[in-house]
């Protein structure tokens, strides 16, 4: 990981030895959320309209996952020559909700398995304005 990069999104997660998405959490009926709301709960059964910032989990077992086959198009930035890649749909442990994100590279779908226990890591992409690329997260099974 480049430790000079910045993130590709602000606000979105923390950065270190151990990075967490920045979520909201409703401080009456206790919903998670990601990214972070503002505004009213969209619980239906809850009228609140107040949040606190929250670390959300950076483990969770791999839910569903699938193969990015295609180079995507612009405005997305794509390691040349394109690779695909495997995109994760991870359960967070504490939270119950879905994160999608990228798994990291060198790890394909054919390694990957429903009900994998995933950690969220920091990795580099490529970026047209940064050399050094932008930070943003993926999911790794855990070893």
Known sequence: MTQTAKPVLE???????KPALLGSRCVKCGTFYFPSVEGFC???DCDCSQFESVELSRTGKLWSFT???YKPPEPYIAQEPFEPYAIAAVELDKEK???LGQVVEGVGVEQ???G????LVLETIPDAVEPEGKLTWKWKPVA
Request: negative net charge; contains cysteine.
């Open 11 to 17: 606000g979105f997660f923390t950065t270190g030895d």
């Open 42 to 44: 969209r619980n239906p």
């Open 67 to 69: 193969n990015a086959c």
């Open 97 to 99: 909700m879905i994160v």
């Open 112 to 114: 990957l398995k429903a």
């Open 116 to 119: 994998l226990e995933m950690e």
